[in-house]
């Protein structure tokens, strides 16, 4: 128990995270998140809660509730995500990747981290606040889907009004204890490339997409150092990167053979005061030159566009994560950013909501064999969320 605040359940924190670990939810077919939103939902029925379900697409829910306080305040709430990226290999891992275990203070296994540790420390701090008595306004605990993917339960979430009142949210990815107050944005990009097919020893018979695609990854080339040199390195999240990511030649059925076509794949990462619009303008221009001089069609797809998000240090919600860290450490904490992507850059797009970024485990150790969440700080985590609610809900923050 925190001196002065409420009293979570620190081995509850421990076993709900190692139950959800035990579930694999990985985002790809056939495994989904359906289990372990039922989890989810059980275990906040067994509170006394009333859960939505919300249907995303089949088998893959949001799990919503509304946790009332008794008394008249702001709205906060807490979000976290259900799915976990592929274990990959499993025998580059010393553990079971979906066992859950415990060894030498250490809970291990895919999503240990990123994220079910935050999803059950905050789950369990909310019910903490809940018992320790009435408290002013409302508390939010939205567990989504598809974080990993197309974040299609944040979208979803926002378009059925759920994040209508939200004051703040506090996004439990892992930050590694750092108050993130920015996070990068990411626009998934694909050019796909229509030549025409010839003889390789006839190369001027044809149209061949890989040499047009070769100059397109130039392009980007020049286009990041562009952007690094325009915004600089940005004191929490870096420099913006523009990386060709997947190439594919098509129908190339051997190797005297030119193409008819390719794809590539780009992965732009972004910071504040860079304008999507105007870069991806600069795109569809680089594009057009290079289909120019080539005679090759490029068709530009964009496959998602996240803004970067940028909260200031005075929001409320900050403030009381800051005072919550503090109180229950005993040390300021460093303000950071993330240097991915959360849900929180679409609840802040589609919803208008202000998001800060505070978890337990590791910045760097999520989508890693071996991934694991320290127990002290999955159950530091439970007990600032609940001290940074009461802080919020009070208006001390």
């Not at 993917?149 to 994040?163: D, E, Q, Y």
């Not at 944005?185 to 047009?212: C, S, T, Y």
Request: charged letters at 20%; aromatic letters at 4%; hydrophobic letters at 40%.
């Amino acid at each position: 128990m925190i001196d002065g605040g409420p009293a979570v359940d620190h081995g509850a924190v421990v076993e709900l995270t190692r139950r959800l670990v035990r579930i694999p939810s990985v985002n790809r077919e056939g495994e989904r998140e359906g289990k372990v939103a039922a989890l989810v939902a059980e275990v906040m029925v067994g509170f006394g809660w009333d859960p939505m379900i919300d249907q995303v697409a089949p088998g893959r829910p949001n799990v919503v509730v509304r946790v009332e306080g008794g008394l008249p305040g702001p709205t906060l709430m807490f979000e976290g995500h259900t799915d976990v990226v592929t274990e990959g290999d499993s025998s580059a891992w010393t553990v079971d990747p979906f066992g859950g275990d415990v060894i030498d203070g250490r809970l291990y296994g895919r999503g240990s981290a990123d994220m079910k540790g935050g999803v059950a420390a905050m789950i369990h701090a909310v019910r903490a606040v809940e018992l320790a008595g009435p408290f002013p306004g409302t508390i939010v605990l939205a567990v989504l889907c598809d974080e990993e993917g197309m974040m299609s339960g944040a979208k979803a979430f926002v378009a059925a009004g759920h994040g209508d009142g939200v004051d703040g949210v506090i996004v439990c990815e892992p930050e590694g204890g750092e108050v993130c107050t920015t996070q990068k944005g990411a626009i998934r990009l694909r050019v796909d490339a229509q030549g025409k097919m010839a003889h390789g020893a006839m190369p001027h018979e044809g149209r061949n997409p890989i040499g047009a695609l070769a100059l397109v990854v130039a392009a980007l080339g020049d286009l990041e150092v562009e952007l690094q040199e325009k915004h600089g390195e940005h004191p929490h999240l870096g420099f913006p990167y523009v990386t060709p990511s997947v190439f594919d030649a098509g129908s190339l059925p051997q190797l005297n053979v030119i193409p008819s076509d390719g794809v590539l794949a780009i992965d732009v990462r972004t910071v504040p005061g860079l304008d999507h619009s105007a870069l991806l303008d600069r795109v569809h221009a680089e594009l057009a030159t290079v289909s120019s001089s080539t005679g090759v069609d490029l068709i530009l797809m964009v496959i998602d566009d996240r803004p970067p998000t940028e909260t200031s240090q005075d929001h409320p919600v900050v403030q009381a994560l800051v005072a919550a860290h503090r109180q229950v450490t005993g040390e300021d904490p460093v303000i950071g950013g993330v240097p991915g992507t959360t849900d929180g850059t679409i609840l802040h797009r589609d919803g208008g909501l202000d998001v800060v970024v505070y978890g337990p485990g590791g910045k760097w150790i999520a989508h890693q064999a071996d991934e694991y969440v320290e127990l002290d700080d999955l159950t530091a985590a439970a007990d600032v969320y609940a001290v940074a609610a009461l802080e919020f809900l009070a208006g001390k923050g």
